[in-house]
């Protein structure tokens, strides 16, 4: 199986940008589709970003369409989320999760999670 750890969270102004992490160990990445979901406070944890195996493919949830970029470096064992324009809708915790399929965007058909990294954007 595979640990997952992001890296990269942090306070941010409105309109700025944070590039987002997630390291893999114990096996390597190019195993899984790689997604990001987000969790505000009060909120269900939601589908951001999902990229296939090889990184050819991708897929977004609508509010971060043209904002976020999604993508990977298998040879890094790594997996990465660019974000720009951030809002404070944006503030949540982040987090990477592995599948064993790729291109999914429903939470429960990820069978690995990291532990999450904090993004805040203050307006």
């Known amino acids: 199986q595979v640990q997952l750890v992001e890296s990269g969270g942090g306070l941010v102004q409105a309109g700025g940008s944070l590039r987002l992490s997630c390291a893999a160990s114990g096996r390597t990445l190019s195993f899984y589709g790689m997604g990001w979901f987000r969790q505000a406070p009060g909120k269900e944890r939601e589908f951001v970003a999902t990229i296939n195996k090889s990184g050819g493919s991708t897929s977004y949830t609508d509010s971060v369409k043209g904002r976020f970029t999604i993508s990977r470096d298998n040879a890094k064992n790594t997996a990465y989320l660019q974000m720009n324009s951030l809002t404070a809708e944006d503030t949540a915790v982040y987090y990477c999760?592995?599948?064993?399929?790729?291109?999914?965007?429903?939470?429960?058909?990820?069978?690995?999670w990291g532990q999450g990294t904090q993004v805040t954007v203050s307006s």
């Open positions: 999760a592995a599948s064993n399929v790729a291109l999914r965007v429903n939470a429960y058909e990820y069978a690995y």
